[in-house]
């Protein structure tokens, strides 16, 4: 008997059928439009194009332009391609433009579904990020759908790591630019660290595509973006720290495999204790509980949990001496990624690395945070309906479901348990072994490289063929993706979400194309695709008669997306093909979730060895029980985001204050206002209000006058005189001040003095927010106990960081107008002091030295505090005269600007 909602969705149909039905009608103006547009020349698209931006321009909505623009894009990259998109790829492509997360099938064409609603709303002008999960598909999917792009008369750029500065600027204020999302997360924490606007390399976030969406905006989300600095070196403590936690048993220390978490028992701290102080680390008078013992514990506690809850092959592998991590998602490594607070430098000690040093937090950013920034944010992948929930709350982004362009006709298998992994292991490569035989490809997918490599030996004893794919073999990657669709190929794959490649029945062309001409570079390139495409063609049939690809996981992965994945790589564009799952009561999510229960269900069936058991209840309570993972994992992405948008609200203050700085041409009234403030400030402190002049501290408010505002007045006279208050002080101390100051900016000349006030302001701003982030971080990880006294963690915390930025904002105030007041030009005779001592260390510097600041160094474009000299014989486009200054040494030119800021700019 149906349920009453299966009865009402047949009636009223369901809501995702609803929202693909209403683009309906735009679809069939779009291929109305469709003779109009192939009739139009070359130059006529791109006519369009400067038609259609100037129409965006005059105020026209882009959802009124939506047809036209749709129409010029089909017809550019049928012409740049030859590819001409599906029905199902424009209405992809119109539930972008709206906003949304368009959940589209392996094979359907994500990546040409992109260039619509990017192309549409590049007509702003005011760009288009569409953001990939790797450097590799950012760079293909740059140089082959830019083709569109340019054929349409727009430009795409491309953003990569350790790019030079002036080609990402070009590649930022192209119409569409491609990067990957930790690229776009540190170049927005880099520009808000820079000095001058003509530094900044993006734009503004105005919208964005974020393919795999579900990988970047969940997957990734529970790791912030930090940019860091060296700290201090401690080397010799994680290494002497090492070589105690083999020395502890189970008894020592509790292992929670479902939170991932390890804490040291009482009797392990007890034990802990007695072998830190027989090896010198803690002192005999002193206790693992004492206040000074926080940095051992800490140091102890990441050991710990470098042994037990990372593996290596699993969570990383070591490769040149170096830890890299790996992404357990993808399978990936991801280079230049650390862990931190020690940890990435504990695993060092234990692989026997080199250690690196730890680093201090300059600037941070969530993905979250970071992707909320743009005004319209949209995305695509496989697989989102399941985490639809979580993009909603946090991202406020919409899940639509696409429907394929022919239908699915693969069949999905109902889960295989065995009993223990050597049972499971046996069916798996008997299973290969079939589907090998009759020349049907398979595609096995595994969790992790140990797993993979395992796997990969007992196919080598069973005499099987087979390629694998894991971290270590990253570089091969679309090259294994593209040949895992051939007749009899077995590719053992860990991870398969948003390899960019699809695995195409028969092979890929493309790329047997390029591996031919790579091999014979003399062959006529017609002549090689032609007889490629007739090889393709007959061996994809064979591959068709041998029942498509198939698909075997070897255990099911903590989130249900990660196996939709995998599931998804068969069946493509209509194609048959297989999926099965083969499971045992041994594998992870098995063991951790309720396997006993099973095990003893199993035994009273009477199982023999070597028997599955196979049912649709086993597939429910797996998918519960992932479920339960994937809520688990929601509420920590959204704790996270808790913490951090109190620390965003304050990021987004210091950041908009930097860019109104850098956008300033003067900034004296600003200067003038913090130093009256903490004028108002010193006053509070040292004449306090309804007190009478005998409590008054003026022996006290005097000296710190003349450290912070670098004034010398008769405050101890002023205080004895009668009818003085505060406010004729106030008044006094503002006009002293003021004065003061305009007599600095006359001695360094107005432009100079502006120039000062800037680079001191942004300086002071940088010291202050990275010492502001270090004790956040303190907070946080202490203000967790407080739950234990009945108090939420949270409201503690957005509490407690609202009095230290507050206190940071004054501290700022009083530090800049000390800078300022302290600043003063060189006298001639320091100038020749100045002069002799760089010639000293640079022989080639000749004199003509100017100004140079007191104590503090401020960093600008030109600074008027630094000393000039030019190079004898300095030519400016002969480079062999320039000699071999370093990055931030003085220009040989005699600018006055650091190299790298002047000539160094342009090499």
Not at 52 to 59: D, I, K, T
Not at 297 to 309: F, P
Not at 344 to 361: F, L, R, S, W
Request: charged share 30%; proline share 3%.
């Amino acid at each position: 008997m149906l349920g009453l909602g299966t009865i009402a969705k047949k009636v009223f149909g369901t809501p995702n059928d609803r929202k693909v039905k209403s683009t309906r009608h735009l679809v069939d103006k779009i291929n109305a439009l469709e003779p109009e547009f192939e009739a139009l020349s070359d130059e006529g698209l791109q006519d369009k194009t400067a038609e259609l931006r100037q129409r965006a321009n005059s105020g026209e909505s882009l959802d009124d332009l939506l047809p036209e623009a749709f129409a010029n894009c089909r017809e550019g990259a049928r012409r740049a391609l030859g590819l001409r998109a599906f029905d199902v790829q424009l209405m992809g492509g119109i539930f972008l433009h709206q906003g949304n997360i368009a959940e589209m099938k392996t094979g359907e064409g994500k990546t040409l579904v992109a260039t619509f609603p990017a192309y549409l709303n590049a007509l702003t002008g005011k760009g288009v990020h569409i953001v990939t999960v790797n450097d590799y598909l950012a760079k293909r999917d740059s140089e082959w759908m830019g083709k569109v792009y340019t054929q349409l008369g727009m430009t795409c750029g491309v953003v990569y790591p350790q790019q030079d500065e002036g080609e990402k600027r070009d590649a930022y204020a192209a119409d569409v630019t491609y990067a990957t999302n930790n690229e776009l997360g540190f170049d927005y924490l880099r520009d808000n660290m820079k000095s001058e606007l003509s530094q900044l390399s993006q734009r503004g976030h105005n919208f964005a595509i974020v393919d795999e969406v579900d990988s970047i905006l969940i997957d990734e989300a529970r790791t912030p973006l930090i940019i860091s600095g060296p700290a201090q070196d401690r080397s010799d403590l994680y290494v002497s720290i090492d070589e105690l936690i083999p020395k502890l048993n189970d008894d020592h220390y509790t292992l929670d495999e479902k939170t991932r978490n390890v804490t040291f028992t009482d009797d392990g701290n007890e034990f802990l204790e007695g072998i830190l102080q027989s090896a010198g680390l803690l002192p005999e008078e002193q206790s693992l509980y004492d206040p000074e013992s926080t940095t051992i514990v800490h140091h102890v506690n990441q050991g710990l949990r470098a042994h037990k809850l990372f593996t290596k092959d699993k969570d990383y592998i070591v490769r040149d001496g170096e830890v890299m991590l790996i992404d357990e998602f993808t399978g990936r490594m991801m280079t230049g990624r650390r862990l931190s607070d020690g940890l990435h430098q504990a695993i060092e000690a234990k692989e026997g690395c080199e250690i690196q040093p730890e680093n201090v937090t300059l600037a941070s950013v969530t993905f979250q945070n970071y992707f909320r920034l743009y005004n319209t944010l949209s995305g695509m992948t496989g697989t989102a309906l399941t985490e639809a929930e979580e993009f909603s709350e946090i991202y406020g982004l919409g899940v639509v479901e696409v429907p394929t362009n022919k239908g699915i006709a693969r069949e999905d298998d109902h889960d295989q348990v065995y009993r223990t992994a050597k049972e499971k292991l046996g069916a798996i490569v008997e299973a290969i072994r079939e589907a090998n035989n009759k020349g049907q490809p398979v595609l096995v997918g595994t969790t992790s490289i140990e797993k993979s490599e395992g796997l990969s030996e007992l196919l080598k004893e069973a005499g099987i063929p087979h390629n694998v794919l894991n971290a270590r073999q990253h570089e091969q990657e679309a090259q294994i993706v593209a040949d895992a669709g051939k007749t009899g190929a077995v590719t053992i794959a860990t991870n398969m979400a948003g390899r960019g490649t699809d695995i195409q029945l028969g092979g890929n062309v493309e790329m047997r194309v390029l591996q031919a001409l790579a091999e014979t570079p003399d062959a006529d390139p017609d002549d090689v695709r032609t007889r490629i495409e007739a090889e393709v063609v007959d061996e994809k049939q064979k591959v068709l008669d041998a029942g498509g690809l198939f698909v075997l996981a070897t255990e099911r992965h903590e989130s249900r997306r990660i196996d939709n994945q995998l599931r998804g790589r068969s069946g493509r564009q209509g194609d048959p093909g297989k999926s099965s799952f083969y499971l045992s009561l041994e594998d992870d999510l098995m063991r951790i979730f309720g396997s006993e229960r099973l095990d003893n269900v199993l035994g009273k069936l009477g199982m023999q060895e070597g028997e599955a058991i196979v049912h649709p209840w086993v597939n429910k309570s797996l998918a519960k029980a992932q479920a339960k993972v994937e809520g688990r994992n929601f509420d920590i992405r959204k704790q996270l985001l808790k913490f951090d948008d109190v620390m965003n609200d304050q990021r987004k203050v210091i950041f908009g204050q930097r860019m109104e700085i850098m956008e300033a041409d003067d900034l004296s009234e600003v200067t003038q206002d913090m130093r009256h403030q903490v004028i108002d400030d010193l006053i509070d402190q040292f004449m306090p209000p309804k007190s009478y002049s005998d409590q008054w501290d003026m022996h006290g408010f005097y000296a710190a006058t003349l450290e912070i505002l670098g004034v010398d007045v008769p405050l101890i006279a002023w205080g004895q005189e009668d009818g003085v208050d505060d406010d004729v002080v106030r008044e006094r101390l503002y006009k002293a001040s003021d004065e003061f100051m305009a007599q600095k900016a006359v001695q360094f000349g107005p432009e100079n003095m502006r120039n000062i006030e800037k680079q001191i302001l942004l300086q002071t701003i940088d010291g202050k927010w990275r010492e502001h982030l270090l004790t956040l971080e303190h907070l946080r990880s202490v203000v967790g106990f407080r739950g234990y006294a009945q108090r939420d963690p949270l409201n503690e915390y957005k509490t407690e960081s609202f009095q230290l930025f507050e206190g940071m904002l004054d501290s700022l105030r009083t530090e800049t107008t000390k800078k300022l007041s302290q600043i003063r030009p060189l006298t001639e005779e320091e100038q020749k002091a100045m002069i002799q001592q760089l010639m000293a260390q640079q022989p080639d510097l000749i004199e003509g030295a100017s100004q140079m600041v007191a104590g503090e160094e401020v960093e600008a474009e030109a600074d008027p505090m630094l000393p000039t000299g030019r190079r004898p014989g300095f030519d400016e486009n002969d480079r062999s005269t320039w000699g071999n200054p370093g990055r931030n040494e003085l220009c040989p030119c005699g600018s006055g600007k650091k190299f790298k800021h002047c000539h160094g700019a342009k090499v």
